[in-house]
């Protein structure tokens, strides 16, 4: 067996413009492959800390009569707050607990008019959940002001200082129109919060929506992968309200990430046609190349089963050796962005592609696709190696023998 093994070797490097263009074709696959796993699980993880960050936190708490059809329904508004918040503050696990008031409202500049969503904050609180202060470019929010997001800002032609109207229905049901005024501007890593986002204090949209409660609870913990282990602690604090967990809440999101991350697996199939084609031809070309070579060998008494092994082995040798530079150079090129990352507003701007990340995205180590890579490159080159393989099986050595080179 190791004979033919550096058999195989040798048929190798006598072909060596031919075996390196095919080592190349499958390396180029292998390293565009993991780029590609690398960069989505970056992207995964930078949306759902943005998730986190920005909408969800770890756990929200709303009324028991919320309704995910009617999601900004102030009639479903969460009572006796305080209550609940001591409650939730003496457990050891929980690092902060903040309220929110949320209603869909126009935003209109006297011109122009966009939808938006109007968060009433508690600055204080909100910033032991929420990472909106860090994102603030210009100013704060200050009392009877407004923090609007920098994109939103921009298509409404308004900036710092700056004053806009916004309509909505409050509770109870009466379109209500106020002025605002800007005194801050928010750019976020998240292109929603910049996009139709319109904070304001909570004090000031609990006036405006004529409401005592607040919409929902979110709540920071000091480790948010135990958000399973500890729910039932949250439940038991907040008796007869809805506590979901960031995971809960994100479900959605998730299964369209995971839609998004099954082209990976397209692309893993694209490598094993490459493979496929690429060896294939090698060693057909090899076959017919060599079919002296063979039939001298048959004639020295090296059965069938020898003479096909060492074109498997050839094959091997070539998946092998085509893997192992891809994930060499994939792990290179991925170490560089695992470092730096891509900016993704630089590239696309500020729109929303649907993908709920902006600024620098930062890829990430996946170990499974270098498993996957190699395994189904080797395999595929393998598999591959099998008809040639079989097309120098059906030669006699008289056949052979009579081939003119």
């Known amino acids: 067996m190791k004979y033919l093994f550096k058999l195989a070797l040798k048929n190798i490097m006598r072909a060596r413009r031919r075996t390196i263009l095919t080592f190349l074709i499958l390396s180029f696959g292998v390293l565009i492959y993991l780029f590609f796993e690398g960069m989505m699980a970056g992207f995964d993880r930078a949306s759902f800390q943005n998730y986190i960050d920005f909408e969800t936190g770890h756990y929200k708490i709303r009324s028991a009569g919320w309704n995910e059809d009617t999601p900004y329904d102030a009639k479903h508004a969460l009572n006796n707050q305080k209550a609940v918040t001591a409650q939730l503050e003496e457990l050891p696990f929980i690092t902060g607990v903040t309220s929110r008031i949320l209603f869909l409202s126009e935003v209109d500049n006297g011109m122009d008019s966009s939808p938006a969503i109007v968060i009433g904050i508690d600055p204080k609180n909100d910033q032991r959940v929420f990472s909106l202060k860090r994102f603030i470019e210009k100013g704060k929010l200050e009392p009877r002001g407004a923090v609007i997001g920098s994109t ?102 998730a299964a369209l990430m995971n839609t998004k991350r099954k082209a990976g697996n397209y692309l893993l199939l694209f490598i094993v046609v490459i493979a496929l084609v690429g060896i294939i031809n090698t060693l057909l070309i090899s076959v017919y190349e060599k079919r002296q070579e063979i039939g001298t060998l048959m004639a020295l008494g090296m059965d069938n089963s020898e003479v096909r092994n060492i074109f498997v082995f050839e094959g091997l040798i070539i998946g092998l050796a085509g893997s192992i530079i891809g994930l060499a150079v994939g792990t290179l090129l991925n170490l560089y962005f695992v470092n730096y990352g891509i900016d993704y507003t630089a590239m696309m701007g500020e729109r929303d592609m649907g993908i709920n990340v902006m600024g620098v995205v930062k890829s990430a180590w996946v170990p499974g696709a270098y498993v996957k890579a190699l395994f189904i490159s080797i395999i595929a080159s393998v598999i591959s190696s099998y008809y040639p393989a079989k097309k120098v099986m059906r030669m006699s050595p008289v056949e052979c023998l009579r081939t003119v080179q």
Not at 163 to 180: C, P, Q, W
Request: proline share 2%; aromatic share 8%; hydrophobic share 40%.
């Open 152 to 253: 939103l800002a921009r298509d409404m032609k308004i900036s710092m200082r700056d004053t806009f109207f916004i309509t909505f229905r409050n509770r109870e049901g009466m379109h209500t129109s106020t002025e605002l005024l800007i005194t801050g501007i928010i750019r976020s890593s998240d292109p929603k919060v910049n996009s139709s986002t319109v904070f304001i204090n909570l004090s000031e949209a609990h006036e405006l929506m004529a409401m005592k409660g607040v919409s929902e609870i979110v709540i920071k913990t000091r480790d948010f992968k135990k958000t399973e282990e500890w729910l039932s602690h949250v439940e038991a604090a907040a008796p007869g309200r809805r506590v979901e967990t960031w995971q809960k809440l994100s479900s959605d999101f």
